[in-house]
Antibody, heavy 120, light 109 residues
Framework: EVQLVESGGVVVQPGGSLRLSCAAS????????MHWVRQAPGKGLEWVSL????????YYADSVKGRFTISRDNSKNSLYLQMNSLRTEDTALYYC?????????????WGQGTLVTVSS | SSELTQDPAVSVALGQTVRITCQGD??????ASWYQQKPGQAPVLVIY???NRPSGIPDRFSGSSSGNTASLTITGAQAEDEADYYC????????????FGGGTKLTVL
């Protein structure tokens, strides 16, 4: 059974930093592109970042470029999101998601999300 | 980055057919994927590619595309189909990313 379990969400002050983790199981992790997607309270889905199967390619939404860094450790079946210079508008539920086929950009499995609140 | 536009809300009578649309320039080049999200739950992929359903998705869900518009059709809507629906596709602006539509709230009457 495929499982994605996010962790690391907390309340943080504006300008602060945070690292989210996503533990994957039930599939061959290093075969797939992985993504972070976020959802602000009561709002729609917003794609944040993707990383290729080998970590060689990473891409970001304009809203987080230069502040967030996606990475993965295939030996630990884990995905990460380092978030720096956090803003109140980064407050959201952060999901990690698996690409159905690397490069397809359709997300067939999602975690339950981890809540990041940026507030003073 | 490119944008995808969805109607904020659509309603359908129980058992009838409803079409949810998604418009954007990126859809002239790339297929849309569709997700169903119920309150308090993570999104679920219902359609991807030309018209592919992941395992476990009922065949009343189908997808199509024409020009800059992608559509999700539910044929014989059920009460359990009441949810928010989101489209996404590859961003065609050159940043290699992904763009989501704003979502459509489907009400089954």
């Amino acid at each position: 059974e495929v499982q994605l379990v996010e962790s690391g969400g907390v309340v943080v002050q504006p300008g602060g930093s945070l690292r989210l983790s996503c533990a994957a199981s039930g599939f061959t992790f290093d075969d797939y592109t992985m993504h972070w997607v976020r959802q602000a309270p009561g709002k729609g889905l917003e794609w944040v970042s993707l990383i290729s199967w080998d970590g060689g390619s990473t891409y970001y939404a304009d809203s987080v470029k230069g502040r967030f860094t996606i990475s993965r450790d295939n030996s630990k079946n884990s995905l990460y999101l380092q978030m720096n210079s956090l803003r109140t508008e980064d407050t959201a539920l952060y999901y990690c998601a698996k690409d159905i086929l690397s490069g397809e950009l359709a997300f067939d499995y999602w975690g339950q999300g981890t809540l990041v609140t940026v507030s003073s | 980055s490119s944008e995808l536009t969805q109607d904020p809300a659509v309603s359908v009578a129980l058992g009838q057919t409803v079409r949810i649309t998604c418009q954007g320039d990126s859809l002239r080049s790339y297929y849309a994927s569709w997700y169903q999200q119920k309150p308090g739950q993570a999104p679920v992929l219902v359609i991807y590619g030309k018209n592919n359903r992941p395992s476990g998705i009922p065949d009343r869900f189908s997808g199509s595309s024409s020009g800059n518009t992608a559509s999700l059709t539910i044929t014989g809507a059920q009460a359990e189909d009441e949810a928010d629906y989101y489209c996404n596709s590859r961003d065609s602006s050159g940043n290699h990313g992904v763009v989501f539509g704003g979502g459509t709230k489907l009400t089954v009457l």
